[in-house]
């Protein structure tokens, strides 16, 4: 019922900026929710990035990333994104989109109950 997709990944120099997108499809009810990114490095664990309500009027960022990374949402479009900028090797990753279930802009894995298959983020030096 419930679909997302992301995209905009790819191989960058360090310095360089990314938007990545991610198109969700269903039901309404749903996609007219607090999205969420997150993502995921090799051997790491899975780690909050950045969160926005429905209407954008609240965001949250994780701390190390505040200042970098910019989510927004286009809700006519149906999509969230996530503009990363001044990128470190650091930020390579899979990062995945998610939908809040608790509606709340939050920071827990947990708290998200769908899931995009992700994409992939290669910093290099």
């Known amino acids: 019922q419930v679909q997302l997709v992301e995209s905009g990944g790819g191989l960058v120099q360090a310095g360089g900026s990314l938007r990545l997108s991610c198109v969700a499809s269903g039901r309404a009810f749903v996609l007219s929710s607090t999205m969420g990114w997150f993502r995921q490095a090799p051997g790491k664990e899975r780690e909050f990035v950045a969160a926005?309500?429905?209407?954008?009027?609240?965001?949250n960022y994780a701390d190390s990333l505040k200042g970098r990374v910019t989510i927004s949402r286009d809700n006519a479009k149906n999509t969230v994104y996530l503009q990363i900028d001044s990128l470190k090797p650091e930020d390579t990753g899979v990062y995945y989109c998610?939908?809040?279930?608790?509606?709340?802009?939050?920071?827990?894995?947990?708290?998200?109950?769908?899931w995009g298959q992700g994409t992939q983020v290669t910093v290099s030096s």
């Open positions: 998610a939908r809040d279930r608790t509606f709340r802009a939050s920071r827990l894995t947990r708290d998200y109950d769908y």
């Open positions: 926005i309500t429905w209407s954008g009027g609240s965001t």
